[in-house]
Structure formats: C-alpha cells, structure tokens
C-alpha cells in the first residue's frame, strides 16, 4: 500500500486570521480529533505561508484520503474554523508518497 498526502490550500476571509492558528492547535481540535478517529490516518501540518494556509494530512492510502474527504464536511462541517475559510479558495489534492526521509 503506497502512502497519500491530501494537501489542501486556502485563505481565510477577512477578519477571521485572529485565533485561527490557536484554535487548530488545541490538543482537542475537532478536525485533528476528527481526522485521528478515521482509517488509515497518520498525521497532519497546518502551515501559514503568507495570506495563505497549507493544510497537510498524511494517509495510509489514497482510498483513505478520498473517503475521509467524502465525509468530513457532512460530519463536521459546522465547526467554527471552517466558518473562517473563504470556500472559493480551497483547493484540495492528493499525492502518492514516492520517498520519505
């Protein structure tokens, strides 16, 4: 099984940077809660690179990645940090793993 990352970029509306990094650092964050609860889940990054954010989930497979993506906004959906995203700006993929260090 050939491990996937799901590499998500987007920027926050305005007005909404404030407490966003905090909030997604919390040890009981729900979407790092959310994410720890699904199969093949390994680990994630969020970084902030300028006006934009880059969020980084490391899977077992693929086929993990895509179903967790499937569900994650019909179950948490309604979470306050997703609130702050500008929707127009998220752009989600996938990548196979071909070496790690």
């Known amino acids: ?4 990352l799901e590499i998500v970029t987007f920027r926050l ?3 909404k940077t404030a407490g966003f990094a905090a909030a997604f650092a ?11 609860r699904q ?3 390994l680990s994630r990054h969020l970084a902030e690179r300028g006006n934009s954010w880059i969020d980084v989930v490391r899977w077992q497979s ?12 019909a179950e948490i959906g309604d979470y306050a940090a997703f ?3 500008d929707p127009e700006s998220i752009d989600m993929s996938h990548a196979l793993v071909i070496a790690s260090a």
């Open 83 to 85: 609130q702050a995203i």
């Open 1 to 4: 099984m050939t491990e996937a």
């Open 62 to 73: 693929r086929e993990d990645a895509q179903a967790a993506a499937e569900k994650i906004m």
């Open 39 to 41: 199969p093949g889940f």
């Open 13 to 15: 509306k305005p007005g």
């Open 26 to 36: 919390a040890a009981n964050e729900p979407v790092s809660d959310w994410l720890r």
